[in-house]
């Protein structure tokens, strides 16, 4: 006799409200203490997985008409007739059925809010999840059949598992590792599934304190197992970082919702402090202009420049003025240098990512000459830590002394 559709949604409503009412009746001689419910009859259900992994249910049972199957994160209990674990079940399933049925996790509620729900979500991790279920009969009024008290879940061996393989700086040279403190930085991030399952839904979050971009969320594409996926993500290097200390990026890789593995990417930040100490001219490498003609001479007069340097820095900034070397010759006796001015004391502090311009001149009593030039960038350097600098070029030569700490 086939139950009148108004019975199930009574039972359905009265399942969903408070599973502790539900009680049996002796249906057969004697009880059976390894059922959930010692005096129905073992229920004819089994739990298996598809080939496509996924957790369902079969039922062929005759005697059953309504049903009732639940999964719990601890063995189900009853006492008295009645089940007292409720807060122990995370998905249940309750409904009509015939004498062969299959039940689909995706067909039941998921009750444990902390999940998301999916094919794969008891992939999540490694705890031992339980299952039971029990059935009225046409009548609806007693539970009649029931499983054994404790039955493991039966859940998918394969598994995805996320790992960073990589982590590269972009944008930039292959050679260039400079961190400079308050710049920009693009770090490329690659991660790969090195599971033998799909991973759903995978995310990574990194996250560090120091850094005002972060935390930020990473969404992935779906991850079948052995593929691999790439994020750039772009921040600021905090601006009071100094040489050689160690910035640490937490990330956490998870899939649907659960976290498959966590590491940590520690750069260091390799951006010295630099400061010029010495400037030398060693000779200038065209006719100085600072000649005059003597109508009875054969030959011009040469008179040596009085020379001096200036560095300008970022937005044409003077930041020092040398003093003035007269008449300046690379001639003299046991010397080779042009201007040889005393170091500079305290050496002039540079940033690393900026340009400098040294520029020479040759002092006049009415407007001084434009002997050369010599532009730089100390990040240029920073790779050897180069302390002397030779330059050669159309105007002059000379040499730069760079002081790295």
């Known amino acids: 006799m086939k139950i009148p559709q108004i019975v199930f949604w009574f039972l359905a409503l009265f399942a969903s409200f408070g599973l502790a009412s539900c009680s ?26 598809s080939p496509e992994g996924q957790i369902l249910f ?64 008891f992939q999540c991790d490694s705890s031992d999840y339980f299952w039971a279920a029990w059935g009225w009969d046409d009548t609806a009024q007693y539970i009649t059949h029931s499983t054994p008290k404790s039955q493991a879940l039966q859940v998918p061996d394969e598994k995805p598992k996320l790992l960073l393989i990589e982590t590269t700086k972009v944008g930039v040279a292959p050679n260039d590792t400079l961190l400079v403190p308050g710049a920009d930085i693009n770090l490329r991030f690659v991660f790969e599934n090195i599971g033998d399952a799909k991973a759903i839904d995978p995310v990574v ?8 971009e972060f935390p930020v969320t990473l969404a992935l594409d779906e991850l079948e197992a052995g593929a691999s996926a790439s ?28 976290l498959s593995s966590q590491t940590e990417v520690a750069l260091v930040v390799n951006a010295l402090s630099v400061c010029i100490t010495d400037v030398k001219l060693i000779d200038i490498r065209y006719l100085p202009p600072t000649i005059l003609w003597d109508p009875l001479a054969i ?4 008179f040596p420049p009085d020379i001096y340097y200036e560095v300008i820095g970022p937005g044409e900034t003077q930041m020092y003025l040398s003093s003035i070397i007269e008449d300046a010759d690379d001639d003299f006796p046991n010397t080779p240098v042009m201007g040889d001015w005393p170091d500079l004391s305290p050496c002039l502090s540079l940033s690393l990512d900026s340009t400098y311009i040294i520029k020479f001149w040759d002092d006049d009593f009415d407007d001084d000459d434009y002997i050369g030039t010599y532009s730089f960038k100390p990040a240029d350097f920073l790779s050897t830590q180069q302390e002397l600098v030779e330059v050669i070029n159309d ?11």
């Open 24 to 49: 049996e009746e002796p249906t057969t001689p004697g009880e059976n203490s390894a059922l959930l419910y010692p005096q129905s009859t073992e229920m004819n259900i089994i739990q298996r997985l």
């Open 58 to 121: 079969e039922l062929s049972e005759p005697g059953v008409q309504l049903a009732f199957v639940g999964i719990f994160d601890s063995p189900p209990e009853v006492e008295d007739g009645v089940l007292i674990s409720e807060e122990d079940m995370i998905w249940e399933w309750f409904g009509e059925v015939g004498p062969n049925s299959e039940i689909h996790l995706e067909e039941g509620d998921l009750l444990d809010s902390t999940l998301v729900f999916s094919q794969v979500f």
């Open 205 to 212: 979050r990194i996250t560090n304190s120091s850094i005002s």
């Open 231 to 258: 994020q750039t993500v772009n921040f600021t290097i905090p601006p009071d970082f100094s040489f050689a200390d160690t910035l640490v990026l937490q990330i956490e890789m998870l899939y649907n919702n659960c």
């Open 299 to 302: 030959l011009p007069i040469y």
């Open 395 to 405: 105007e002059i030569q000379m040499e730069l002394y760079l002081n790295w700490e």
